[in-house]
């Protein structure tokens, strides 16, 4: 079953560049959408036996190996939802040429669910390095001065990591003779705690090269340039899935599978991460351009998911797993709002908004509802995933980033007050009165989020419930 | 019963929200009528429940060995509050029915008002300290919702509104932190009151201080109440009638009477009595001489209710039965009273198209309904003998000598002076008097209001008389069950204490011959105390308040003595952190976290650099 999430877009990205593909360009879309749709309903009825005996019948292991756990499978869910997203907003606004940013999603989605299935990490570099190379063409597509700025920023330091990453991967190789996780991971286990030279190295860059992917403080250079500069469709899929997928994902697996949670290890993602939420929200207070104060935002949130991470007990994994979803759901709908907002308006600058509210209710509206799960308030699904991080990082006795990690909720308190007042509320500013919504696809795939939000934050316990009574929850650490 | 009737309350409410919700815009009647049923609905359910204790528990959240039961418990306090918010929430309703007719904002005003109504009966019923979080936290948002639904510049009272209430909610989830730590993981509230929290040593303290912001911040008391103040002017009316005056009281103070009675080793003459009854004080002194200067009718009785809130803090403070049960008899009577003097309000503006005071006068003959209303109510918010007010206002006096503190008697005695000053200025200015021209009242001439709003009027302004009349009715039947063992006698009847009550039968007179003086030297009602500005020791107050009404950048230019400094500047004060200290900090470590960011890519590689030399420090000295 787990080939048929890498196989299916691979074969629709050859089938749509056949020779006479002027034929039918058209049914790109409806490719990607396929896939997107598909890969959701693939990740959700994968315990359903009957479905799962025909999906067996992909079962080859054409590349690697291959595994799927309930992290995965969560992981697997919200790329397809989040590419869907982003599908719906390139469709309403993207004006050039879609047929290939659909081919492009098309093989951005493979790379990421190589680098979510797979288990062992030369694999992983390969699909890591599909998805970013695909990323720089995606963030680069608009082709103007800034867009090229944002892609170089991250090819370079995206460069970097992959030097890191494959050195890494060259040193732990020479010492264990094997790249599985498995191996990998008893091999550690059984050094107890004193690491040769080579597999510290190893692991220094491993973390680097994992950091820098994955926007933390202070490898995020890159991360508010190329969200702001890309298309927003391109935004959308960036800050919603591709940056979780490639650094923060693969940091949980590390950490996890791999390292078990050694407490050194530990201590660098808690610090990081800490770090990454203070001053990820310092720096979105005072952006005068909407896409930035999301992409300080993110950098913010992946901050919770990293401590959580680091705190590596099983209620704060719980944790990270909930708010990487919610992340996902809750940021993605703040990008389509700023779509929204600059595509109804032809522009981003917050001081020439304002008063939208009225001209725009449902961006307006789903705004606040995907504001109000960042700071985690309830009854939004923001909520409870914070709620279960700071609990957690508690309970682990690191109490002090545990009240970093709430003093935190008060900045970004404070970068929705000012975003809110600028955009939405106060007077109409000059030469908006025309505006309207931005489309229906636009305003279905904000309401879409907005409704998971607050179904996820209502019926959250009911959810966990129903994990815990099927034993699911325990998968989050293989 | 089967006890999973409790979610009623909860569900109900909001379930007729999402109703309005769904509802288009232009049916309004659908509207009024889904919130009619909404709160008929919910009070007929909250009767019901009266007098039953019944547990509701079902797991919720369990992830390893984390665990939250979803716990509600019904017994005669929660049972007592859910039933008297229900009766607020219908009057309230009812008024605003007709009260709202036309305005703009009505769908989202009557939907936010069911909502907060739903998840402030969640949060009375919670028996677990999160799941009761979770319902209080979710409040502000309504409550940032409602006061959006006044004017075009509501925004700003808005944000005063979300940042003064997040504040008190921020405490409290640290102070729940801390409990949670002192009781081993265990946030059920049944399981703390069987094994009360002790007040002796550091943590201990920390938490309860912590969870009494919580609890303050949402019952507007002082320093916490400047937005209400501000609100009075903007929101729609009915808004400032079920919000502040009427739920987020109720809940606030239930969650500081469960503190002090149940989850806490609360002993009078303590520390923390001390502490709770000089935050008491201060707020019954601080707003109350805030509203003597007031020119406006609304905000007028805004501070007053604020003032009146102090009472209930000193009674609960005390931590006799005597103070408690006044501080819970106290509470009734002012969601009482506050409710008709706002309905009262409200009428006078509809029908005369203002609420300054100094344009108002004589409209007593031409609404005689209003004007009785309004009496009676000023009657038991100023504790007139007989009426609700007075009895429960004696018993906190009473609570406040047992406990020794002449002072804090001291400082409850003057806002009985005070509040009878303001509200006899209040009364004598709208109602009585000649008739000043200077509104512009409804084309068919001043009259007393329809039906609608009459009829919650002159119920709640009969109920504040039938509290003090047949006050073993709300005393026995309400307030002193939750006392349970604790009390030794009924306080109710007409009280022993006849020292205390001739007392403050004298400060009333008092307060009435001060009134007719001030009439008397100015000529004026709603000047009636603008002599008290010629006595030495008050000289600045006047002065300095009503130049910080107009214009509140003059604070402190014009201060003649320390005391008026103290009482005029701290209100805008507080309101000068909130809005002036804090954003600064935040702006200016947010710049120079800017300004870190030049967009140089050198700089950017260096950090990553940097970064990596950390991680490699560590690994070589751990």
Same mark, same amino acid.
């Given at each position: 079953?787990?080939?048929?999430?890498?196989?299916?877009?691979?074969?629709?990205?050859?089938?749509?560049?056949?020779?006479?593909?002027?034929?039918?360009?058209?049914?790109?879309?409806?490719?990607?959408?396929?896939?997107?749709?598909?890969?959701?309903?693939?990740?959700?009825?994968?315990?359903?036996?009957?479905?799962?005996?025909?999906?067996?019948?992909?079962?080859?292991?054409?590349?690697?190996?291959?595994?799927?756990?309930?992290?995965?499978?969560?992981?697997?869910?919200?790329?397809?939802?989040?590419?869907?997203?982003?599908?719906?907003?390139?469709?309403?606004?993207?004006?050039?040429?879609?047929?290939?940013?659909?081919?492009?999603?098309?093989?951005?989605?493979?790379?990421?669910?190589?680098?979510?299935?797979?288990?062992?990490?030369?694999?992983?570099?390969?699909?890591?390095? =599909?998805?970013?190379?695909?990323?720089?063409?995606?963030?680069?597509?608009?082709?103007?001065?800034?867009?090229?700025?944002?892609?170089?920023?991250?090819?370079?330091?995206?460069?970097?990591?992959?030097?890191?990453?494959?050195?890494?991967?060259?040193?732990?190789?020479?010492?264990?003779?094997?790249?599985?996780?498995?191996?990998?991971?008893?091999?550690?286990?059984?050094?107890?705690?004193?690491?040769?030279?080579?597999?510290?190295?190893?692991?220094?860059?491993?973390?680097?090269?994992?950091?820098?992917?994955?926007?933390?403080?202070?490898?995020?250079?890159?991360?508010?340039?190329?969200?702001?500069?890309?298309?927003?469709?391109?935004?959308?899929?960036?800050?919603? =899935?591709?940056?979780?997928?490639?650094?923060?994902?693969?940091?949980?697996?590390?950490?996890?599978?791999?390292?078990?949670?050694?407490?050194?290890?530990?201590?660098?993602?808690?610090?990081?991460?800490?770090?990454? =939420?203070?001053?990820?929200?310092?720096?979105?207070?005072?952006?005068?351009?909407?896409?930035?104060?999301?992409?300080?935002?993110?950098?913010?949130?992946?901050?919770?998911?990293?401590?959580?991470?680091?705190?590596?007990?099983?209620?704060?994994?719980?944790?990270?797993?909930?708010?990487?979803?919610?992340?996902?759901?809750?940021?993605?709908?703040?990008?389509?709002?700023?779509?929204?907002?600059?595509?109804?308006?032809?522009?981003?600058?917050?001081?020439?908004?304002?008063?939208?509210?009225?001209?725009?209710?449902?961006?307006?509206?789903?705004?606040?509802?995907?504001?109000?799960?960042?700071?985690?308030?309830?009854?939004?699904?923001?909520?409870?995933?914070?709620?279960?991080?700071?609990?957690?990082?508690?309970?682990?006795?690191?109490?002090?980033?545990?009240?970093?990690?709430?003093?935190?909720?008060?900045?970004?308190?404070?970068?929705?007050? =000012?975003?809110?007042?600028?955009?939405?509320?106060?007077?109409?500013?000059?030469?908006?009165?025309?505006?309207?919504?931005?489309?229906?696809?636009?305003?279905?795939?904000?309401?879409?989020?907005?409704?998971?939000?607050?179904?996820?934050?209502?019926?959250?316990?009911?959810?966990?419930?129903?994990?815990?009574?099927?034993?699911?929850?325990?998968?989050?650490?293989? | 019963?089967? *006890?999973?009737?409790?979610?009623?309350?909860?569900? &109900?409410?909001?379930?007729?929200?999402?109703?309005?919700?769904?509802?288009?815009?232009?049916?309004?009647?659908?509207?009024?009528?889904?919130?009619?049923?909404?709160?008929?609905?919910?009070?007929?359910?909250?009767?019901?429940?009266?007098?039953?204790?019944?547990?509701?528990?079902?797991?919720?959240?369990?992830?390893?060995?984390?665990?939250?039961?979803?716990?509600?418990?019904?017994?005669?306090?929660?049972?007592?509050?859910?039933?008297?918010? *229900?009766?607020?929430?219908?009057?309230?309703?009812?008024?605003?029915?007709?009260?709202?007719?036309?305005?703009?904002?009505?769908?989202?005003?009557?939907?936010?008002?069911?909502?907060?109504?739903?998840?402030?009966?969640?949060?009375?019923?919670?028996?677990?300290?999160?799941?009761?979080?979770?319902?209080?936290?979710?409040?502000?948002?309504?409550?940032?919702?409602?006061?959006?639904?006044?004017?075009?510049?509501?925004?700003?009272?808005?944000?005063?509104?979300?940042?003064?209430? !997040?504040?008190?909610?921020?405490?409290?989830?640290?102070? &729940?932190?801390?409990?949670?730590?002192?009781?081993? !993981?265990?946030?059920?509230?049944?399981?703390?009151?069987? *094994?009360?929290?002790?007040?002796?040593?550091?943590?201990?303290?920390?938490?309860?201080? +912590?969870?009494?912001?919580?609890?303050?911040?949402?019952?507007?008391?002082?320093?916490?109440?400047?937005?209400?103040?501000?609100?009075?002017?903007?929101?729609?009316?009915?808004? &400032?009638?079920?919000?502040?005056?009427?739920?987020?009281?109720?809940?606030?103070?239930?969650?500081?009477?469960?503190?002090?009675?149940?989850?806490?080793?609360?002993?009078?003459?303590?520390?923390?009595?001390? /502490?709770?009854?000089?935050?008491?004080?201060?707020?019954?002194?601080?707003?109350?001489?805030?509203?003597?200067?007031?020119?406006?009718?609304?905000?007028?009785?805004?501070?007053?209710?604020?003032?009146?809130?102090?009472?209930?803090? &000193? !009674?609960?403070?005390?931590?006799?039965?005597?103070?408690?049960?006044?501080?819970?008899?106290? @509470?009734?009577?002012?969601?009482?009273?506050?409710?008709?003097?706002?309905?009262?309000?409200?009428?006078?503006?509809?029908?005369?198209?203002?609420?300054?005071?100094?344009?108002?006068?004589?409209?007593?003959?031409?609404?005689?309904?209003?004007?009785?209303?309004?009496?009676?109510?000023?009657?038991?918010?100023?504790?007139?003998?007989?009426? !609700?007010?007075?009895?429960?206002?004696?018993?906190?006096?009473?609570?406040?000598?047992?406990?020794?503190?002449?002072?804090?008697?001291?400082?409850?005695?003057?806002?009985?002076?005070?509040?009878?000053?303001?509200?006899?200025?209040?009364?004598?200015?709208?109602?009585?008097?000649?008739?000043?021209?200077?509104?512009?009242?409804?084309?068919?001439?001043?009259?007393?209001?329809?039906?609608?709003?009459?009829?919650?009027?002159?119920?709640?302004?009969?109920?504040?008389?039938?509290?003090?009349?047949?006050?073993?009715?709300?005393?026995?039947?309400?307030?002193?069950?939750?006392?349970?063992?604790? +009390?030794?006698?009924?306080?109710?009847?007409?009280?022993?204490?006849?020292?205390?009550?001739?007392?403050?039968?004298?400060?009333?007179?008092?307060?009435?011959?001060?009134?007719?003086?001030?009439?008397?030297?100015?000529?004026?009602?709603?000047?009636?105390?603008?002599?008290?500005?010629?006595?030495?020791?008050?000289?600045?107050?006047?002065? @300095?308040?009503?130049?910080?009404?107009?214009?509140?950048?003059?604070?402190?230019?014009?201060?003649?003595?320390?005391?008026?400094?103290?009482?005029?500047?701290?209100?805008?004060?507080?309101?000068?952190?909130?809005?002036?200290?804090?954003?600064?900090?935040?702006?200016?470590?947010?710049?120079?976290?800017?300004?870190?960011?030049?967009?140089?890519?050198?700089?950017?590689?260096?950090? *990553?650099?940097?970064?990596?030399?950390?991680?490699?420090?560590?690994?070589? /000295?751990?």
């Amino acid at each position: 079953m787990q080939a048929l999430f890498i196989l299916v877009p691979l074969v629709l990205v050859v089938l749509l560049n056949l020779p006479f593909k002027q034929a039918y360009r058209k049914t790109a879309f409806y490719a990607a959408v396929f896939t997107a749709v598909f890969q959701m309903v693939l990740s959700l009825t994968s315990g359903f036996l009957l479905w799962k005996n025909i999906t067996d019948l992909f079962s080859f292991n054409f590349i690697a190996n291959l595994g799927v756990d309930f992290f995965s499978l969560v992981v697997l869910f919200t790329i397809g939802l989040i590419s869907l997203i982003s599908i719906a907003v390139c469709r309403s606004s993207y004006d050039k040429d879609k047929f290939n940013f659909f081919n492009l999603i098309l093989i951005v989605m493979m790379g990421m669910n190589g680098v979510v299935l797979t288990r062992d990490i030369f694999s992983l570099y390969v699909f890591l390095e =599909i998805t970013a190379v695909t990323s720089f063409i995606l963030i680069a597509m608009d082709k103007g001065i800034e867009a090229f700025e944002g892609a170089f920023k991250y090819l370079v330091l995206s460069a970097l990591a992959t030097i890191f990453i494959l050195s890494a991967i060259a040193f732990t190789f020479n010492a264990v003779h094997s790249l599985s996780y498995t191996d990998i991971s008893s091999y550690l286990k059984g050094l107890g705690g004193h690491f040769p030279p080579q597999i510290i190295a190893a692991l220094v860059l491993f973390i680097t090269g994992l950091s820098i992917k994955a926007g933390v403080v202070p490898f995020h250079g890159w991360l508010p340039d190329a969200y702001m500069s890309s298309p927003s469709a391109v935004s959308i899929l960036l800050a919603g =899935i591709v940056t979780k997928v490639a650094g923060v994902y693969t940091i949980m697996r590390f950490a996890g599978d791999i390292m078990n949670n050694i407490t050194i290890v530990s201590n660098i993602l808690m610090a990081f991460g800490a770090l990454s =939420i203070v001053i990820g929200a310092l720096a979105a207070i005072g952006q005068k351009d909407f896409k930035r104060i999301l992409a300080y935002s993110s950098i913010s949130q992946i901050g919770y998911i990293i401590l959580a991470t680091g705190a590596g007990t099983p209620l704060a994994f719980a944790g990270a797993l909930l708010h990487f979803f919610n992340h996902a759901t809750f940021k993605s709908l703040l990008f389509v709002n700023s779509a929204a907002v600059e595509y109804s308006t032809g522009t981003r600058d917050i001081d020439k908004l304002g008063g939208l509210a009225g001209k725009m209710p449902v961006t307006g509206v789903t705004s606040i509802i995907g504001f109000l799960s960042t700071m985690g308030m309830p009854p939004m699904a923001g909520f409870w995933s914070k709620l279960i991080i700071i609990i957690a990082v508690w309970t682990s006795g690191n109490y002090t980033y545990s009240v970093i990690a709430l003093l935190a909720s008060i900045l970004t308190l404070a970068y929705f007050l =000012i975003l809110q007042r600028k955009v939405f509320f106060g007077k109409l500013a000059e030469g908006l009165r025309n505006v309207k919504e931005a489309g229906a696809l636009m305003s279905f795939s904000a309401i879409l989020l907005a409704l998971i939000t607050v179904a996820a934050g209502l019926a959250f316990p009911f959810i966990i419930y129903y994990l815990q009574a099927h034993g699911l929850l325990k998968l989050v650490i293989s | 019963m089967d *006890s999973t009737i409790l979610l009623l309350p909860v569900i &109900i409410p909001v379930f007729f929200a999402l109703v309005i919700f769904l509802v288009p815009k232009s049916k309004a009647w659908i509207v009024m009528t889904a919130a009619v049923a909404g709160a008929l609905l919910n009070f007929a359910v909250c009767l019901t429940l009266a007098g039953h204790d019944m547990t509701l528990s079902f797991p919720w959240i369990a992830i390893d060995t984390f665990r939250i039961d979803f716990l509600m418990k019904l017994y005669n306090f929660s049972s007592m509050m859910i039933f008297f918010l *229900s009766c607020a929430s219908l009057l309230v309703i009812v008024y605003a029915v007709s009260f709202m007719r036309g305005k703009e904002n009505l769908k989202a005003f009557f939907a936010f008002l069911l909502l907060t109504a739903g998840l402030a009966d969640g949060a009375i019923l919670a028996d677990h300290l999160i799941l009761m979080f979770f319902f209080w936290e979710s409040i502000l948002i309504t409550i940032f919702a409602l006061t959006m639904t006044g004017s075009k510049d509501s925004y700003k009272i808005s944000v005063k509104a979300l940042v003064l209430n !997040g504040t008190g909610d921020f405490c409290m989830i640290l102070g &729940i932190a801390l409990a949670g730590l002192m009781m081993k !993981g265990d946030l059920s509230l049944s399981s703390i009151q069987n *094994s009360p929290i002790p007040l002796t040593d550091f943590a201990g303290i920390a938490a309860f201080i +912590l969870l009494t912001i919580g609890a303050l911040a949402r019952a507007g008391a002082f320093p916490f109440h400047t937005w209400i103040t501000d609100a009075a002017r903007e929101s729609p009316l009915p808004f &400032i009638a079920f919000l502040p005056v009427s739920a987020a009281k109720l809940l606030g103070v239930y969650f500081l009477a469960r503190l002090t009675l149940d989850f806490f080793d609360f002993k009078p003459g303590t520390g923390m009595s001390v /502490f709770l009854m000089s935050i008491g004080a201060v707020t019954i002194l601080a707003a109350g001489f805030m509203a003597l200067v007031q020119k406006d009718f609304k905000k007028l009785l805004a501070y007053g209710i604020v003032s009146q809130t102090g009472y209930i803090i &000193i !009674g609960l403070g005390t931590g006799v039965p005597a103070g408690f049960t006044g501080g819970l008899f106290h @509470l009734l009577n002012i969601v009482l009273s506050g409710i008709c003097l706002f309905m009262a309000a409200g009428s006078i503006e509809k029908q005369a198209g203002t609420v300054n005071l100094g344009d108002l006068g004589g409209l007593g003959k031409k609404m005689p309904l209003t004007f009785s209303c309004f009496i009676l109510a000023a009657c038991s918010a100023a504790g007139v003998p007989l009426f !609700g007010g007075f009895f429960s206002r004696e018993l906190v006096f009473e609570g406040t000598i047992e406990t020794g503190n002449i002072i804090f008697y001291g400082a409850a005695a003057l806002g009985a002076f005070l509040t009878a000053a303001y509200l006899l200025k209040a009364l004598h200015s709208v109602f009585m008097g000649k008739e000043n021209g200077n509104y512009s009242p409804v084309k068919e001439g001043i009259k007393d209001p329809g039906l609608a709003m009459t009829i919650p009027m002159v119920l709640a302004a009969t109920l504040c008389l039938l509290f003090g009349v047949f006050n073993q009715l709300p005393l026995g039947g309400l307030v002193e069950p939750v006392l349970g063992a604790r +009390l030794e006698h009924s306080f109710a009847g007409f009280g022993q204490h006849y020292a205390l009550m001739l007392a403050t039968v004298i400060l009333l007179v008092l307060a009435f011959l001060n009134h007719i003086y001030g009439v008397y030297k100015t000529g004026k009602a709603s000047q009636s105390l603008d002599h008290i500005g010629g006595a030495p020791v008050l000289s600045g107050i006047y002065g @300095l308040a009503e130049k910080n009404y107009f214009d509140p950048y003059t604070i402190g230019m014009s201060a003649v003595n320390i005391f008026a400094v103290a009482v005029s500047g701290i209100d805008r004060g507080i309101d000068w952190i909130y809005s002036k200290l804090l954003p600064g900090i935040f702006s200016l470590a947010s710049l120079l976290v800017r300004k870190a960011h030049t967009g140089n890519y050198a700089l950017y590689l260096a950090w *990553s650099i940097t970064g990596m030399a950390i991680i490699i420090l560590y690994f070589i /000295f751990h």
